[in-house]
């Protein structure tokens, strides 16, 4: 069974049948969806040894050892093309690595229909990044799983760019007004509204406030103000 975080991704990678799990670690997620025959295949890339190791015991433990191909390599370098993969996913990082893995693979997602993508921090970034070289979100979902909350992406190509407002960066675009999803994103917003509240206060407390910090956690309350709203 997976975590509910896994469960979430597992669920965005409808209903593409050739994935690539880059970062697979342990390649949960893979197994899963090939065992509930959600998925046909599946490459599981890991960059690091230790994880890339493990990935490959427990997809040979799993009986899926043809069609969950484990290869040791960078980002969406994983990714062959006569793997023919449509969807490829990016889970338990963070905004920036993500950002990094797809400016690097900008090759290979030529050739894939979906993405989805599961940043720890710096969503903005990577909503940003999808926007600008004309990756548009379709679908998303907001988690809470072992103290924690996790939002996630799903994009496909389209023609252009695209341009977002900066309240649907930070919250974003499908997540506002999504109503399925309304009661989590409704506490983790306004958990984060507090959040930044306090540091605002302590930070215009300070001897010599930070004018351009106390600037920014404003103008953030005021997008997430009107994203509540
Ligand atoms: N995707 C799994 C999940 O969501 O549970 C595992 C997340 S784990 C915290 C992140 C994994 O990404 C690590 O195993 C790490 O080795 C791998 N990783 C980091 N940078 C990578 C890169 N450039 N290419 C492939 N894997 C990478």
């Not at 909350?149 to 994009?155: G, V």
Request: charged share 20%; with cysteine.
């Amino acid at each position: 069974k997976l975590s509910k975080r896994l469960q979430a991704v597992a669920n965005l990678t409808h209903p593409w049948r050739r994935i690539a799990d880059i970062g697979s670690d342990h390649a949960h997620l893979p197994i899963y969806l090939r065992s509930t025959e959600q998925i046909d295949f599946a490459v599981c890339g890991e960059v690091i040894e230790g994880p890339y190791e493990i990935a490959r015991d427990h997809v040979q433990k799993s009986g899926f050892a043809t069609d969950l191909q484990v290869r040791l390599a960078d980002g969406l370098q994983a990714i062959q093309p006569e793997d023919r993969v449509e969807c490829a996913v990016i889970a338990g990082m963070g905004g920036m690595l993500i950002t990094e893995i797809l400016e690097r693979g900008v090759d290979q997602l030529r050739s894939l229909q979906a993405l989805v993508l599961q940043p720890n921090q710096n969503v903005d970034v990577v909503r940003n990044w999808l926007a600008e070289h004309s990756w548009q979100i379709n679908a998303e979902d907001l988690v809470y799983d072992e103290g924690h909350y996790y939002q996630l992406i799903a994009a496909v190509p389209v023609s252009q760019p695209l341009h977002y407002q900066p309240v649907e960066l930070l919250m974003g675009p499908k997540m506002l007004g999504n109503v399925e999803a309304a009661s989590d994103f409704e506490k983790y917003w306004q958990f984060q509204l507090q959040q930044k509240q306090l540091v605002l206060a302590h930070l215009q407390q300070a001897t010599q406030p930070p004018a351009e910090k106390i600037e920014h956690v404003r103008a953030e309350i005021k997008l997430i103000k009107e994203g509540l709203d």
